[in-house]
């Protein structure tokens, strides 16, 4: 495998080089490539967030063991895709208002200096969604150094640079011509740190780099119903740096692709496969929920007389997923794919007939002796409602609702043990199918956004929704 060797590429460093020397390196890249310096430039201002992005990373030891390994890949893979914004975290080095008059701009009020956020996507299946599911997680974080107190040596070692008044950056001037050129530069006093301090007088434990390495373990809870994106934030629980406020944690919760079932807000969509037989005269199929650990079947009733025709969509109210806020169930649709006979039967021409008569298509009687036809005609077509009789009471018996309906050769078989042996626990529950109101429908994902944008905010817009612990 190729070694990557981006981040380093664009702060102009080699794969070897000290902290000291990143740091330098991302000075002067972030003082050239500046958008407020480089208006009219488009490209530099995507060069600044690179070069932000592979300092945050190659400046912290963990991540740069993960880049050094497995390359951007394995930051994602380990919840390292977020970071700190490229303005913030050049506010830590120059101050608050990006380079404000320094190049013509104007300061802006960036509010309280904040260490870098530890952004994480935490992938959840279908079924943790719908029954909720506590997980414990553990990070890496930057704190202050409990030794030196994240002063980084002994009181009263660590002095503030003469040669750039503490702010890392010395003023230059150079002629060229008849101008003189100002410029800025990394201070070569203090390689950029502000402060000058002798290494017998460093902390032991940090090393005078103010800050140390501490695993955190935060439960994150993944909320029933809750929409795929959510955000949930920790505040204070991210890095640490002397001077500013701590980060924060987010988990982002993503959801899986689910093998059975599609997610479309609160209601869920399966595919069911059933015979032409159970299609034409009825039937019943079964299929698992996402209830979790007790396993919950439902067995869906087609009734005699219900023709289901290839891609047909029916519904099943208030089996869908609970809304996170309201606890609402939505809806499952079924959209149902008809297994035809992969082989064509051997008939009779009399056998031809009578499923002529069954299927409603017409019959020739010249082509039939007088006994075939009146067999014929004696036949009812599944496709036509039965004739009801009365009962002692008066009312109505569906003399076809009174057979047992026959299980689809097609339909999951229920387990009642895993694959050592043990058993499950299961629930079987009796459904029908309905036809879907597409009006209720469309009155349903109204509420549903209207629920969503309860906040103020736009139909569509960014929502961050946070939680605590």
Not at 279 to 303: M, S, Y
Not at 331 to 349: C, G, H, M, R, S
Not at 371 to 383: C, D, E, G, H, M
Not at 388 to 413: R, V, W
Request: aromatic share 6%.
């Amino acid at each position: 495998m190729v070694k990557e060797t981006k981040f380093y590429e664009l702060l102009e460093v080699h794969e070897t080089c000290t902290d000291a020397q990143l740091k330098t390196a991302y000075k002067k890249g972030a003082l050239r490539h500046h958008p407020d310096k480089n208006r009219d430039n488009p490209a530099a201002a995507e060069k600044f967030k690179d070069i932000s992005r592979a300092y945050e990373v190659l400046s912290d030891p963990q991540k740069r063991q993960v880049y050094d390994q497995y390359g951007e890949a394995g930051l994602s893979e380990q919840g390292g895709a977020g970071g700190m914004n490229a303005e913030d975290l050049f506010s830590q080095f120059f101050g608050g208002g990006g380079l404000g008059s320094m190049f013509g701009g104007q300061m802006r009020d960036t509010g309280p200096k904040k260490a870098r956020t530890i952004h994480h996507v935490h992938k959840v299946s279908l079924e943790d969604i719908y029954n909720g599911k506590k997980s414990k997680l553990a990070l890496q974080k930057s704190i202050i150094c409990p030794s030196c107190k994240g002063k980084g040596g002994k009181e009263g070692a660590v002095k503030t640079c003469t040669g750039c008044n503490g702010q890392g950056m010395k003023t230059m001037m150079r002629q060229m011509g008849p101008m003189i050129q100002r410029f800025q530069t990394v201070c070569p006093d203090c390689q950029g740190e502000g402060e000058m301090i002798r290494d017998k007088d460093r902390c032991r434990q940090c090393k005078g780099k103010k800050t140390d390495v501490e695993r955190k373990v935060l439960t994150v809870e993944c909320e029933i119903g809750i929409p795929n994106g959510y955000k949930k934030v920790f505040s204070g629980e991210g890095d640490q740096v002397p001077g500013v406020e701590a980060g924060d944690v987010v988990f982002e919760f993503e959801e899986k692709p689910h093998p059975r079932f599609v997610r479309k807000g609160n209601d869920l969509y399966y595919k069911a496969q059933v015979s032409l037989y159970t299609a034409l005269v009825g039937g019943k199929f079964q299929l698992q929920h996402l209830d979790a650990p007790e396993q919950r079947w439902l067995t869906v009733n087609i009734n005699p007389g219900e023709i289901i025709e290839p891609g047909a969509r029916k519904m099943i109210p208030d089996q869908g997923m609970l809304s996170h806020v309201l606890r609402d169930p939505g809806n499952l649709y079924i959209e149902f794919d008809i297994k035809f006979p992969t082989v064509a039967p051997e008939l009779e021409d009399h056998e031809r007939d009578i499923l002529k008569k069954i299927l409603g298509y017409p019959i020739d009687p010249r082509s039939l002796d007088h006994k075939i036809i009146q067999k014929a005609k004696n036949i009812t077509s599944p496709l036509k409602p039965k004739p009801k009789t009365k009962d002692p009471n008066g009312m109505d018996i569906d003399e076809e609702a009174k057979l047992p309906l026959e299980m689809d050769p097609f339909s999951p078989p229920i387990k009642h043990t895993k694959e050592d042996g043990s058993k499950i626990s299961v629930l079987v529950e009796e459904v029908d199918i309905e036809d879907i109101d597409h009006s209720a429908h469309g009155r349903s994902a109204r509420a549903t956004m209207e629920d969503e944008d309860e906040d103020g905010m736009p139909a569509g817009g960014e929502r961050v929704q946070c939680g605590t612990q």
